[in-house]
């Protein structure tokens, strides 16, 4: 399928969805120098590839939009249900459904923004390798549909809870699975929701 895709005359869109701790960001660096060193992709006779971050986006935005008008922007994907807490709006959700709304409407904020970036690139013949926690589902169609046989997504995650949780040990400063000295570990039952969700619809998408 991967030798359909490099041969065509227009820029790819790669997208890694899936969230902390997945190994994606280390997926999308070898992906992109290994797509770099094919040459001529998509038609072009650069062989550069850019390789972004959903979460930078987030970074630049933050830059210029103050906590107090959208503070969804401020929190880490898997905290953004404690942004909601009180708003009256959510008040009869229970946490789990909080956490997954707050998770969605910060992907809301950050895609606006990608949008534009991914638009910018296929319009200059650029291919682009896109990763993180915000390629929603809902988004990740959108943009099948808008670059058809450009677009190719994936979904990296690791379904065994207790792997998953020994990668977040290894990535912090302190090799710790203490929830007190890691905030993934501490965070890890709203990161685990977030994917549970995106592996329930990607397994249905693959039924249709």
């Not at 902390?20 to 060193?37: I, V």
């Not at 249900?81 to 910060?106: C, H, I, R, T």
């Not at 915000?134 to 046989?149: A, E, R, S, V």
Request: with cysteine; hydrophobic share 35%; charged share 20%.
């Amino acid at each position: 399928m991967m030798c359909k895709f490099i041969k065509t005359t227009k820029p790819l869109l790669i997208l890694l969805q899936g969230t902390s701790g997945t190994g994606k960001s280390t997926l999308a660096a070898l992906l992109g120098t290994r797509l770099a060193g094919l040459g001529n992709l998509g038609g072009t006779k650069s062989s550069s590839v850019t390789v972004m971050s959903t979460d930078s986006i987030r970074h630049v935005m933050r830059n210029y939009i103050s906590e107090e008008d959208e503070p969804i922007l401020f929190a880490s994907t898997y905290q953004c249900g404690k942004v909601l807490e009180n708003d009256p709006k959510y008040k009869e959700m229970d946490s789990v459904a909080k956490n997954l709304e707050g998770y969605k409407l910060q992907c809301e904020k950050v895609q606006e923004h990608l949008s534009s970036v991914i638009k910018n690139h296929m319009a200059n013949n650029k291919s682009l390798i896109v990763e993180g926690v915000h390629l929603n589902p809902p988004f990740i169609d959108k943009m099948l549909l808008t670059y058809p046989g450009q677009c190719i997504p994936f979904l990296i995650c690791v379904k065994n809870p207790q792997n998953h949780q020994e990668r977040f040990a290894v990535r912090s400063k302190t090799m710790s699975m203490d929830p007190a000295a890691n905030k993934y570990i501490k965070n890890y039952q709203s990161i685990w929701e977030i994917q549970d969700m995106m592996i329930k619809i990607a397994e249905a998408h693959t039924k249709v």
